[in-house]
């Protein structure tokens, strides 16, 4: 559930005999998709405290859960952490019974944890060209020397994956898990500043995870103030 533009208290609920309660800052489009996505995946209930993107995000009672301002920022009980990946790592350990999670010892596992934080090799990248063609507003100031360096870097880690995915149709040989989530993000979001449709493995992956249910159910409702990204993409002109 997203409750828009306000706070609202956890909800608790039972899961395998426990009660728990989560709670979850998200942006819009920012990397805590990649947590709500995942909290979709495996059925969670929660409540999601939806920030504007910006100086909202640096309030003192915010820097107070995040130090840096930025999300996602999950809450859970008496823990709170504050980067996507230990995220996706904590929830799948704690609330998944292996479907979406490849634990200690499975074999998967250290391929399972490569590809869950690949997906922030990816995004360093949409991050930097977010900035210049996004939130440096004055035109001026932006860098195409930056523009396309970033681009090129964006488009060399996808070509990794249209490698990896020449012969499989997820990251994992066993199929959908966490780290497609992951990742699938930071496709969501590469795919605004290079035409995914030039990697055709990778454009095929990503509709396949584009067409899940709790995919969609993270992204923003039609009209949604606070977007980050409001072009259908940023490409830079060839
Ligand atoms: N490595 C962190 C990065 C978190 C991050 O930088 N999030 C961005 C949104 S995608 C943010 O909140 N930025 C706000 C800001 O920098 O002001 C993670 O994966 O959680």
Redesign the pocket.
């Known amino acids: 559930m997203i409750a828009s533009g306000r706070c609202v208290c956890c909800l608790s609920f039972e899961i395998m005999g426990n009660s728990v309660s989560l709670k979850l800052f998200h ?1 819009h489009e ?2 805590s998709m990649r947590s709500l996505w995942l909290i979709n995946e495996l059925g969670l209930d929660i409540d999601v405290i939806l920030c504007a ?1 910006g100086p909202e ?1 640096r309030s003192d009672d915010y820097l107070a859960h995040h130090p840096l ?4 920022c999950l809450i859970d009980d008496e823990l709170t952490l ?4 230990a995220i996706a790592e904590y929830l799948c350990e704690t609330y998944d019974n292996g479907r979406l999670w490849r634990e200690p010892g499975h074999p998967e596992r250290p391929q399972w944890l490569q590809w869950v934080h690949y997906a ?1 090799t990816l995004t360093v990248h949409s ?1 930097s060209l977010t900035q210049q063609a996004i939130a440096i507003s004055d035109p001026e100031l932006r860098s195409a020397t930056v523009r396309k360096l970033e681009t090129k870097r964006l488009q060399k880690a996808i070509e990794v994956l249209e490698a990896h995915l020449e012969s499989r149709s997820y990251l994992l040989d066993s199929g959908f898990s966490a780290a497609d989530v992951g990742v699938g993000y930071s496709l969501h979001v590469g795919g605004l500043f290079t035409d995914l449709s030039v990697f055709p493995k990778v454009y095929a992956y990503y509709n396949r995870l584009a067409s899940r249910d709790a995919f969609k159910r993270s992204l923003p409702e039609a009209g949604a103030a606070n977007k980050i990204y409001t072009q259908d993409n940023y490409w830079l002109a060839p």
């Open positions: 942006c920012a990397r993107f995000l301002g930025r999300v996602p504050f980067e996507s990946g922030e991050a």
